[in-house]
T-cell receptor, first 114, second 114 residues
Framework: AAGVIQSPRHLIKEKRETATLKCYPIPRHDTVYWYQQGPGQDPQFLISFYEKMQSDKGSIPDRFSAQQFSDYHSELNMSSLELGDSALYFC?????????????FGPGTRLTVL | QKEVEQDPGPLSVPEGAIVSLNCTYSNSAFQYFMWYRQYSRKGPELLMYTYSSGNKEDGRFTAQVDKSSKYISLFIRDSQPSDSATYLCAMGVGVSGGSYIPTFGRGTSLIVHP
């Protein structure tokens, strides 16, 4: 079965650079969530989109922005990268018609900021 | 103090043992309780979810919620080496516009040795 696809899987950037992470949800899923998971930490919710509109906002820094496109894929744009941004970034998707809890997670993008 | 507390472990058990994983929480408004399993370098995978106090069983897994004590547990019977992973508890307040944002615990690393 198709799963959530994230690209790239690994990304190395230097401080003050920018990064763009991409998420391709499961087909027919209309809701996308972004999470940040630091080393040994729990996933922290960043932001979510439903039908291309932002639906919830969590602890996303002002340096980050995100959007969902007409094909439902989503991009997380990160600017002025800091060392503390090094983390695993997960995308999850679900369909509004499914049970509340059925978020399917992608494999994550490991971002390393040097 | 974090809203959700979870011992990071590691918890090491022999194959066939009964495993007990636990989380405590402080937000009495939490209504949804879930357990995710996360293998190394993979995204979290939903294992169990429940909305109420009591037990919910699914194969070798039993989720238990005690709202009066703000305490949830996941029991794994007849544990297998393939169960070795990090187990994250997650819980949420409710639904906002159809979306659901869980608060995660830090995860407990489980090692089942043959």
């Amino acid at each position: 079965a198709a799963g959530v696809i994230q690209s790239p899987r690994h990304l190395i950037k230097e401080k003050r650079e920018t990064a763009t992470l991409k998420c391709y949800p499961i087909p027919r899923h209309d809701t996308v969530y972004w999470y940040q998971q630091g080393p040994g930490q729990d996933p922290q919710f960043l932001i979510s989109f439903y039908e291309k509109m932002q639906s919830d906002k969590g602890s996303i820094p002002d340096r980050f922005s995100a959007q969902q496109f007409s094909d439902y894929h989503s991009e997380l744009n990160m600017s002025s990268l800091e060392l503390g941004d090094s983390a695993l970034y997960f995308c999850a998707s679900k369909t509004q018609g499914a049970s509340y809890n059925e978020q399917f997670f992608g494999p994550g993008t490991r971002l390393t900021v040097l | 103090q974090k809203e959700v507390e979870q011992d990071p472990g590691p918890l090491s058990v022999p194959e066939g043992a009964i495993v007990s994983l636990n989380c405590t929480y402080s937000n009495s408004a939490f209504q949804y309780f879930m357990w995710y399993r996360q293998y190394s370098r993979k995204g979290p995978e939903l294992l169990m979810y429940t909305y109420s106090s009591g037990n919910k069983e699914d194969g070798r897994f039993t989720a238990q919620v005690d709202k009066s004590s703000k305490y949830i547990s996941l029991f794994i019977r007849d544990s297998q080496p393939s169960d070795s992973a990090t187990y994250l508890c997650a819980m949420g307040v409710g639904v906002s516009g159809g979306s659901y944002i869980p608060t995660f615990g830090r995860g407990t690393s489980l090692i089942v040795h043959p």
